[in-house]
Structure formats: C-alpha cells, structure tokens
C-alpha cells in the first residue's frame, strides 16, 4: 500500500468568541483546544477534534467548553488545521485524511480530554501504517512529523528485534 502523506496547516490561537466567525466553507477540518487542566497545569493541549463536515463555528456550538475545569472560557485557545496540498481531494478522500490524522494526533499525544481514539490506531490496519501527517504553521507542541509507522505495534514490536549495528572496521588503504 503506498504512503498516504496528510498535510494539515494549522492556525491560531482563537478565542472561543472568535471561532463564531469561521462558518465558511474553507472552516472545516481539525481543531485542537488549549485550556486548564487540574493535573496538567494551564493552557495546556486538552483535545483534538474533527468538525465532521461542518463548519469550525458550528461544531465548537456542540461543545462546553465554559464548564468543568474550563470555567474561565477566557483562557481557552482552539487552533484549526484545514488540509492543504497541490490540489483538492474528493470528499471521500478529504474525509479519510482527516479521519487518519485525527486518529495518528490523538494516539501520538494523548489529550487529556480525549477517551476516544487514544487506543483506536489498528495495530494492523496497512491504512494507518502508511499514514503520515505533517502539522505546519501553528502546530505549536504537536509533533511537526506524526508517522502510522512510527505509533503502532506491529511496526514497535520489529523495531524491539532490531539490533545496533556494530561499527565496520576502517582500514587505510
């Protein structure tokens, strides 16, 4: 299977009042929120989401972001990631890479407000082994590189049987 390389650019920080203003057809994608956590300390990475085909505006609606440990919604920062590449995918395509990257983000940095998809990277799924995403622009503490190869078992556990290479001895000739 040939490697699927995902580019996401990602953009902000916007306040909550601010995402209100991104419903139009470009605001769509991935987003991920900053904010207060009681154990990890302040604006610290506390979700990543998928708009699921609506607008970044519409599907912060969905969200409380204002409750819970994230009472000051003043200090709540959301970055949105759009896909960028040479050209426009189908949607089924956009769709699949969104939902690829959403899950290789989720698994690789494990936010403290995701239960969902932390462990739902398939092990043995050749979609996710050749996935890659690339975070640029304000990806902040994201990984720039995030690789399928790199976050699942089956590829870990053939790294572990690896083993040094030992030096070749240099003569002069």
């Given at each position: 299977?040939?490697?699927?390389?995902?580019?996401?650019?990602w953009d902000g920080p916007h306040?909550?009042?601010?995402?209100?203003?991104?419903?139009?057809?470009?605001?769509?994608?991935?987003?991920?929120?900053?904010?207060?956590?009681?154990?990890?300390?302040?604006?610290?990475?506390?979700?990543?989401?998928?708009?699921?085909?609506?607008?970044?505006?519409?599907?912060?609606?969905?969200?409380?972001?204002?409750?819970?440990?994230?009472?000051?919604?003043?200090?709540?920062?959301?970055?949105?990631?759009?896909?960028?590449?040479?050209?426009?995918?189908?949607?089924?395509?956009?769709?699949?890479?969104?939902?690829?990257?959403?899950?290789?983000?989720?698994?690789?940095?494990?936010?403290?407000?995701?239960?969902?998809?932390?462990?739902?990277?398939?092990?043995?799924?050749?979609?996710?082994?050749?996935?890659?995403?690339?975070?640029?622009?304000?990806?902040?503490?994201?990984?720039?590189?995030?690789?399928?190869?790199?976050?699942?078992?089956?590829?870990?556990?053939?790294?572990?049987?690896?083993?040094?290479?030992?030096?070749?001895?240099?003569?002069?000739?």
């Amino acid at each position: 299977m040939e490697e699927r390389v995902i580019h996401i650019e990602w953009d902000g920080p916007h306040s909550l009042e601010q995402l209100k203003r991104l419903d139009q057809p470009r605001d769509r994608g991935l987003y991920k929120v900053y904010g207060h956590h009681p154990v990890y300390g302040s604006n610290v990475l506390v979700y990543i989401g998928q708009t699921c085909g609506q607008t970044f505006a519409a599907r912060n609606a969905q969200h409380s972001w204002g409750g819970g440990s994230q009472e000051d919604r003043r200090h709540v920062e959301v970055y949105v990631g759009r896909l960028k590449g040479a050209m426009t995918p189908s949607r089924d395509e956009w769709d699949r890479q969104i939902e690829l990257a959403e899950r290789l983000l989720i698994h690789a940095h494990a936010p403290a407000y995701n239960s969902t998809n932390i462990d739902s990277v398939s092990e043995s799924d050749p979609e996710v082994c050749n996935a890659r995403v690339l975070n640029w622009g304000g990806h902040r503490d994201l990984h720039p590189e995030v690789s399928g190869l790199r976050w699942t078992k089956d590829y870990t556990d053939q790294a572990k049987g690896y083993k040094v290479y030992e030096a070749q001895q240099m003569t002069n000739t």
